[in-house]
Nanobody, 125 residues
Framework: QVQLVESGGGLVQAGGSLRLSCAAS????????MGWFRQAPGKEREFVAA????????YYTDSVKGRFTISRDNAKNTLYLQMNSLKLEDTAVYYC??????????????????WGQGTQVTVSS
């Protein structure tokens, strides 16, 4: 059974940091683009960041550039999202997701066919 399991969410004050992890099982994702999405209350799910199987290939939505860093450890089959300088508007459920094998990096969530269950990130003032 293929699974993505996120962890590392929680409550943090504005300006603080969190590191999300996404552990994959049931399949190796070393040749899959991996991404992070988020959904705030009352809003649609949106793209946050993605990373190709070549780890220097990364892409971020403008609102998190310079604050968030996506990375992956293929040996551990794990995806990460380091979030610094968190803002109130970063509050959301964060999901990790994987594209199909060897597909090019995309930001459209329709290109991702494997999803985790999500982890809550709450930023307080």
């Amino acid at each position: 059974q293929v699974q993505l399991v996120e962890s590392g969410g929680g409550l943090v004050q504005a300006g603080g940091s969190l590191r999300l992890s996404c552990a994959a099982s049931g399949r190796t994702f070393s040749r899959h683009v991996m991404g992070w999405f988020r959904q705030a209350p009352g809003k649609e799910r949106e793209f946050v960041a993605a990373i190709g199987w070549i780890v220097t290939n990364t892409y971020y939505t403008d609102s998190v550039k310079g604050r968030f860093t996506i990375s992956r450890d293929n040996a551990k089959n794990t995806l990460y999202l380091q979030m610094n300088s968190l803002k109130l508007e970063d509050t959301a459920v964060y999901y990790c997701a994987a594209q199909k094998y060897l597909r090019p990096l995309r930001v459209d969530e329709g290109e991702y066919d494997t999803w985790g269950q999500g982890t809550q990130v709450t930023v307080s003032s």
